[in-house]
């Protein structure tokens, strides 16, 4: 029998919060971060995201891979798995970013601002 | 940590067919013991967009994540009345070499019993394994290793 897998730690998140749904990316991944109104768009790999919340960042989490069960039931991208405060949240990829978080309309793709003291 | 069902199981001279029955939706369904890690009450499920009906969401079981899979979607059984103690069951699934935890949430769990797989039919091959009788009741056997991620 295979061991189970075991986290990976790595340094350095930001946790958003997108419909209800906790991501985290890491830090190095993130390229900007600028608010829209009251939302904000995050710059991950080239690509533009949609979040609705900056919950924080977290110096270090334990990340597990997906699991075959977990893949077979939902199909989107992610780089893996963890647990922040009893939370349940999903590890961006940076290089294939989540379907769930694209922008979803015209008025999120305007121009904005960068968030006070908040770009990585 | 509560010990495994699985292991007190075996030290209480369960056997191989000694199965979980739980209740989903309007089906019965029997759970191998040996792959059932843990019964709960229901874990609080965070749901992930994009998901198929089966996957209600990912929640956190001793510091881990763990999707949570809808029972009674797997086994396409009809909605019964609202469940008053609805359950997660912690099992193993996919192949004894690749296994892996899932929740299976659930709206009960009702007893442990005898269901010898020679008595079993009409299995689609898959997740379903096929009926038999418990007590005079039909019961859904569940294959949990068809439930792996690369069935």
Known sequence: ?120 | MAEPLAESGHRRGLSAGSHLLVQAGEYVCALPLRSVRRVLRALTVHPLPGATDELKGLAEFGGEPLPVLELARLVGAPTGAKPAYPVTIVVWVGPQDARELVGLAADAALEVSEVQLTSVVAGNGGFILGEALVDGEVVRVVNLEALGGDQ
Request: no cysteine.
């Open chain 1, 1 to 120: 029998m295979s061991p189970a897998p075991s986290p990976v730690d790595q340094r350095g998140y930001l946790l958003v919060r997108r419909d209800g749904v906790l991501w985290g990316v890491s830090n190095g991944a993130v390229e900007g971060l600028t608010r829209h109104g009251a939302r904000f768009r995050l710059a991950v790999g080239g690509a533009e995201l949609g979040i609705d919340e900056v919950v924080g960042v977290v110096p270090e989490l334990a990340v597990w891979p997906l699991t075959g069960a977990l893949r077979r039931f939902w199909p989107d991208a992610a780089g893996g798995l963890a647990v922040h405060a009893e939370a349940p949240l999903v590890i961006v990829d940076p290089h294939r970013p989540p379907r769930a978080l694209r922008l979803t309309d015209a008025s999120e793709s305007s121009k904005g601002e960068v968030a006070d003291g908040e770009r990585h």
